[in-house]
C-alpha cells in the first residue's frame, strides 16, 4: 500500500543555510501535517494543511514556512537554520476529520552544523 | 489544557513477558486517543486507538482500554516478543477542530532473548 513519502530522507546544511523538505501524502489524503523531532524528544506540531489551506499552526518559528500545493504535496521550507533545528521532521496525512488517524511518513533527518 | 503523560523508559523485558505501559491524559473535551510505534529508523505507525470510553483499541496483541474515569490508556501486551522493540508514543486528538495530534513523550521499549 502506498505510504507517506517524504524527501529527502537526511540533510546536512550549515547555519544560516535554507532547506525544503518534502511531503507526498497517501493518495486521496487532503490533510498534511508537519511535526518535528529533536533529539530524544517527543514529536512537536508545527503546522497542518487540509485542502490546501493552512488550518491548525502549532510551534513553528516564523523563520519556517510551508504550503500545500495542488497535488496535495507538501513542502517546508526552513530559512536562516540555527543549530537547533537539527532534528526529525515528520510529515503525516490523513483524510481529513476528527478520528482520522495520521499515517506517517519516515521523516527526514536534518543535521545543521 | 490538553496533555499526554507516559511512564518513562526505557522498559526492559524478557521475551514473553507481560507488557504494561501508563498513559494517562488530560483534556478539557471528549478526545480519542491512540497510541503510535516507532522502530528504529522509521516514522510513527498507528498501532492501535479508541475514540469513545470504555472502547478497547487492539492490534498485533497490543490492547489498551479507554479509561474516562481514571483518564488512562495503558498499552498491554500479554506476551512480547524482540521484534517489539521500539518507542510507544500515546497521543491524544482533542477533537477541538485542529485536526493534530499531542504526543506523550514515549516510551522505549526493550525485549530481549
Known amino acids: 500500500a502506498a505510504g507517506v513519502i517524504q524527501s529527502p530522507r537526511h540533510l546536512i546544511k550549515e547555519k544560516r543555510e535554507t532547506a525544503t523538505l518534502k511531503c507526498y501524502p497517501i493518495p486521496r489524503h487532503d490533510t498534511v501535517y508537519w511535526y518535528q523531532q529533536g533529539p530524544g524528544q517527543d514529536p512537536q506540531f508545527l503546522i497542518s494543511?487540509?485542502?490546501?489551506?493552512?488550518?491548525d499552526k502549532g510551534s513553528i518559528p516564523d523563520r519556517f514556512s510551508a504550503q500545500q500545493f495542488s497535488d496535495y504535496h507538501s513542502e517546508l521550507n526552513m530559512s536562516s537554520l540555527e543549530l537547533g533545528d537539527s532534528a526529525l521532521y515528520f510529515c503525516?496525512?490523513?483524510?481529513?476529520?476528527?478520528?482520522?488517524?495520521?499515517?506517517f511518513g519516515n521523516g527526514t533527518r536534518l543535521t545543521v552544523t | 489544557g490538553n496533555s499526554v503523560t507516559q511512564m518513562e523508559g526505557p522498559v526492559t523485558l524478557s521475551e514473553e513477558a507481560f507488557l504494561t505501559i501508563n498513559c494517562t491524559y488530560t483534556?478539557?473535551?471528549?478526545?480519542?486517543l491512540f497510541w503510535y510505534v516507532q522502530y528504529p529508523g522509521e516514522g510513527l505507525q498507528l498501532l492501535l486507538k479508541?475514540?469513545?470510553?470504555?472502547d478497547k483499541g487492539s492490534n498485533k496483541g497490543f490492547e489498551a482500554t479507554y479509561r474516562k474515569e481514571t483518564t488512562s490508556f495503558h498499552l498491554e501486551k500479554g506476551s512480547v516478543q524482540v521484534s517489539d522493540s521500539a518507542v510507544y508514543f500515546c497521543?491524544?486528538?482533542?477533537?477541538?477542530?485542529?485536526?493534530?495530534?499531542?504526543f506523550g513523550s514515549g516510551t522505549r521499549l526493550l525485549v530481549r532473548p
Open positions: 483534556a478539557t473535551g471528549y478526545p480519542s
Open positions: 497521543a491524544l486528538d482533542p477533537l477541538d477542530s485542529s485536526y493534530k495530534l499531542i
Open positions: 479508541a475514540t469513545k470510553a470504555d
Open positions: 503525516a496525512s490523513s483524510q481529513g476529520g476528527p478520528n482520522s488517524p495520521l499515517h
Open positions: 494543511f487540509y485542502e490546501k489551506m493552512q488550518s
